[in-house]
């Protein structure tokens, strides 16, 4: 089977969805590989380093043309539409649920559509898993944005002039993202807290550095599925806010990662409560393109209002994106060699993964 590899056309996009390493590994597997010229330039990957791992390297009709499968990190764009063709696969982060048109335009196509940001979190599909390693180096992302626009360092420093106390950093939801903050935050000596609705979080956070701040009295009972987070009622989400409170009030930093999958973020700082927070304190809303978990969050924008810098940054993974492609990779790599055996590609809908992930089947809309 014949893989093909086309540019990312999302503005801001500087990922790849194969970087030549995991197309060299591809090709000693059996497969062919053909790639779309400057597919891999923003993520410093060169044609010459594709040629040299094997592919071929050619325009986007002649990739689409030859290839049994189409891979990509997003959506297909509306201009991708017109090359795809009956019978084809597509493989990549699709979102089903919140562009149905998209994918009805797909299946029109007739093709065959795979959405890796379903992958269930379960142990055999661990390196499969697209947003567990995006998320981690998001993460990490998340807390050098906001160090560098915190007007103030993380550690605790003793100087002849005085000592400097160390930065207060709070961190919203311990998921991969959050455990990445808390840690990257910790090695850069701040004092850290965190919070979430999911208990069993707790340990984790704690043993990374953080005080967990959980919520007393409520009924955490059903607030988890397959490793994320639930929609829990605004009942929860008051004694959330007057648990974290004190704490948000006086942190210097706050970085909120809570997703629902499927749904739009939560909210969980209002307006009124930066009104109350110090002035200085910097807010990282990794949530903003998913509707955002801070009240006064734009996508791409540093709000500054309230003494308080709010910055809405989307696509954090892209700003690493040597790194993010590279996991991003063998994520795909790894999806790829399961669903293809013996040069055909194997759906098995009584798999876990396999149902979890196929939208669309020879034109047949699964996911809805």
């Excluded at 998340?142 to 000592?163: N, Q, S």
């Excluded at 701040?213 to 397959?226: P, T």
């Amino acid at each position: 089977m014949k893989i093909g590899v086309i540019k990312e056309t999302k503005p801001g996009e500087r990922r790849v969805a194969l970087t030549p390493a995991v197309v060299k590994n591809l090709i000693s597997k059996g497969f062919g590989v053909s790639v779309e010229s400057g597919a891999g330039l923003d993520s410093h990957f060169v044609d010459e380093d594709y040629v040299q791992a094997g592919a071929e390297v050619t325009d986007k009709k002649k990739v689409f043309d030859s290839a049994d499968i189409i891979v990509k990190i997003n959506p297909p764009s509306e201009e991708d539409l017109p090359y795809f063709r009956e019978g084809q696969v597509f493989i990549g982060m699709l979102f089903p649920y919140n562009q149905p048109e998209l994918v009805e335009k797909l299946a029109a196509k007739k093709v065959t559509a795979f959405a890796m940001e379903l992958i269930p979190r379960i142990s055999r599909a661990q390196n499969m898993d697209v947003l567990s390693s995006q998320s981690n180096l998001a993460g990490y992302k998340a807390v050098i944005i906001g160090a560098d626009a915190l007007e103030k360092i993380f550690p605790l420093m003793m100087t002849a002039a005085g000592t400097v106390r160390p930065a207060r950093v709070l961190i919203y939801g311990v998921g991969v993202a959050g455990l990445q903050a808390i840690a990257t935050a910790k090695r850069l000596g701040a004092i850290v807290e965190a919070t979430d609705i999911r208990p069993e979080t707790k340990e984790e956070a704690e043993s990374l550095g953080a005080k967990f701040i959980q919520v007393e009295d409520a009924d955490l009972k059903d607030v988890s599925e397959g490793g994320y987070a639930k929609e829990v009622s605004e009942e929860f989400l008051r004694k959330q806010k007057e648990a974290v409170d004190k704490s948000l009030f006086q942190a210097d930093l706050v970085i909120t990662t809570a997703l629902v999958m499927g749904r739009k973020a939560p909210r969980l700082i209002t307006e009124e409560q930066i009104k109350q927070m110090k002035h200085g304190a910097v807010i990282v809303d990794m949530a903003v393109e998913q509707g955002g978990n801070v009240e006064l969050s734009k996508p791409d924008t540093i709000v500054e209002k309230h003494g308080v810098k709010i910055i809405g940054k989307t696509n954090l993974p892209s700003l690493l994106a040597v790194n993010a492609s590279e996991l991003y990779a063998k994520n795909m790599y790894n999806f790829v060699t399961f669903l293809v055996k013996d040069n055909q590609l194997n759906i098995d809908k009584e798999d876990e993964i396999v149902a979890g992930t196929l939208v669309i089947e020879n034109g047949e809309i699964l996911k809805k």
